[in-house]
């Protein structure tokens, strides 16, 4: 079954470049495009999608306020910030929200369907550029780092989820299957109790922990 997709941004050409997009590529369904967030609860409860393509700057209600609607009102649904710009300010309030990931605008048509497929299976995914910043932006606080009894294998998977890797990513480049890197993620949950990839990288990121 495809996974069912609705997008937000005020560009009527990106609205419907991405529809067409989602709709040739196998496994995706578009279900919605609108020009802002206004109608946002009314949109998402009539659609019905697996996940939320969300344009950061839009009239009304931005994408960031659009988000923390979202968790309000509808969990765990994926929510995918979409910009063009990388400023620092509205990547780590977007994170704050509760986006599952932020991608610049330009990311490739390949990269950005290998992040949508991310983000349904639990990932967070980022463009490097956004990871670099995050890591860099975390790097200079300090904070006392807690014992979650991590392993170096699972330490260094941990590393890959920040830089934004996708679990075929992370498999290919540690040299195990991709089963086995689903049940290391699952023990990394359980050690550092949280209950999402983008739960994790930002509890990571908070303690560097990696």
């Known amino acids: 079954m495809a996974s069912r997709i609705i997008i937000f941004d005020d560009n009527q050409e990106r609205l419907s470049s991405v529809s067409m997009l989602l709709n040739l590529s196998d496994g995706f369904l578009c279900t919605g495009t609108f020009p802002n967030a206004n109608n946002l609860l009314a949109n998402i ?5 697996d996940l939320v393509l969300m344009d950061i ?18 969990g765990a ?15 780590f309030g977007s994170l704050q929200a509760g986006a599952n990931g ?12 290998e992040s ?33 009894h991590l392993t170096e294998r ?17 498999a290919a480049e540690c040299d ?12 990394i949950y359980d050690k550092l109790y949280v209950n999402s990839a983008t739960e994790a ?5 908070r303690e560097r922990l990696v």
């Open 57 to 74: 700057d839009m009239p009304g209600t931005n994408g960031i306020d659009a988000t923390i609607l979202i968790r309000r009102h509808f």
């Open 116 to 148: 949508l497929r991310e983000a349904l299976e639990g990932g967070a995914p980022m463009t490097g550029s956004i990871a670099t910043k995050v890591l860099r932006y975390f790097s200079a606080e300090t904070a006392a780092k807690k014992d979650y």
């Open 45 to 49: 409860t009539e659609s019905k999608p």
């Open 154 to 170: 699972e330490k260094h998977i941990l590393g890959f989820l920040v830089k934004g890797y996708s679990y075929k990513l992370i």
């Open 201 to 205: 990288v930002s509890l990571a990121i």
């Open 102 to 113: 932020y991608l610049l605008k330009k990311t490739s048509p390949e990269r950005f369907i």
């Open 176 to 187: 195990i299957a991709y089963n086995t890197v689903n049940n290391h993620i699952r023990n």
């Open 77 to 91: 649904l994926p929510v995918l910030i979409q910009t063009n710009f990388e400023e620092d300010e509205r990547i």
